[in-house]
């Protein structure tokens, strides 16, 4: 039997699946450079300058630069290759698409920005960057179909390898912008709780409450033994802020514009995990879906391979409903208490008048 000749151009189409005849069960080229690369770069830059605005005016907070320049380094060895594999991906027909001198671009571009966000965060707050871990954790997931693809494409040995040491690079990003740092803050921020200087995965996996859960597993828990409330959660930093917003209403539904005017980051917080989990919801009846069709056909080598990526797409989706449920919950829960103490503290004050 022959084997079977790709089908020049393959790869320049949206697809998703490429050609079987090129690449066994695979995503195009032109697929992954928009979803995989673009996209993630497109809304690192979109959300930057807002946070980048937000850190202007706060004062350092550490007492050494040692761990950002850890991170500039892998960031800037990270910047290096990535421009290296657009020199050789250029010079490589076979990874030609559309969008690829976009994608390398932006990734460059994105990578920068990175690294000027990650030297502010590092300096200026006291728990690890939300937006760069939650960046580098979709590029650990995301780069992993590009990897497998340059392994599959013949003739790609250079860039083949620049792309897995790039790979290694972003993990190495990843779990330096998720260390936490309060053994080196000032002296004058150390007084935080838990909760304030864990990441974004220790918060989404309520690691911060693990040691009350092993002593109220072992002994009899107390009040003293419960964790202490950050000062976001205290009843007067929570009523000064509604009480100036107060002011500043006018009388028709004054108290709703007056509670999303004074914390209205709590609020749009819960939005975004609200808005994935319904994603991730939606998507259960299309996996229902390819799952009976998978049953209904024979077996092949191509079903077989279906199979598996079902497999990473019930992984996928169920830990992406239990990631997402978590963190819409905590933020809707610390939304619900700002408003509802500061609320009654409000109309208890009124009630003396």
């Not at 790039?166 to 150390?190: D, H, P």
């Not at 797409?313 to 449920?325: D, F, H, P, Q, R």
Request: proline residues 5%; hydrophobic residues 45%.
């Amino acid at each position: 039997m022959s084997t079977p000749v790709c089908v020049a151009n393959s790869d320049n189409h949206f697809g998703p699946r490429v050609d079987p005849s090129c690449r066994p069960f695979d995503f195009t080229l032109l697929f992954e450079d928009a979803f995989f690369a673009v996209l993630p770069a497109a809304l690192l830059m979109l959300l930057l300058p807002a946070r980048l605005q937000l850190l202007r005016r706060a004062p350092v907070k550490m007492t050494t630069y040692r761990l950002a320049i850890s991170k500039s380094i892998c960031l800037g060895a990270l910047f290096t290759l990535q421009v290296v594999y657009a020199v050789y991906r250029f010079r490589a027909p076979a990874l030609h698409t559309k969008l690829a001198t976009t994608s390398d671009v932006l990734n460059i571009v994105a990578t920068t920005a990175a690294a000027i966000l990650s030297f502010v965060e590092d300096q200026c707050s006291i728990e690890p960057s939300d937006l760069l871990v939650i960046y580098f954790s979709a590029l650990t997931l995301l780069d992993v179909p590009r990897l497998r693809s340059l392994w599959l494409i013949p003739g790609t040995d250079t860039c083949r390898g620049l792309w897995t040491t790039i790979y290694i690079l972003t993990v190495a990003a990843l779990v330096l912008e998720s260390m936490k740092k309060f053994r080196i803050l000032r002296t004058l921020y150390t007084d935080v709780t838990k909760e304030q200087v864990i990441g974004f995965w220790g918060r989404s996996f309520f690691i911060w409450v693990t040691p009350l859960f092993r002593a109220g597993f072992s002994d009899i828990l107390s009040v003293e033994d419960l964790p202490e409330t950050d000062k976001d959660l205290q009843g007067d930093v929570a009523r000064q802020k509604l009480e100036t917003a107060w002011v500043n209403c006018k009388p028709n539904f004054r108290l709703l514009k007056a509670v999303f005017r004074a914390y209205p980051w709590p609020v749009l917080l819960a939005v975004v995990p609200r808005l994935a989990l319904s994603g991730f919801t939606f998507c259960q009846p299309f996996l229902i879906t390819s799952t009976i069709n998978y049953f209904e056909n024979d077996s092949t080598e191509d079903i077989r391979q279906y199979g598996r990526a079902l497999v990473g797409a019930y992984l996928l989706v169920y830990l992406g409903i239990a990631i997402s449920t978590a963190v819409y919950w905590r933020r809707a829960y610390r939304a619900t208490l700002l408003g509802r103490d500061s609320e009654l503290r409000r109309l208890c004050e009124l009630g003396e008048i």
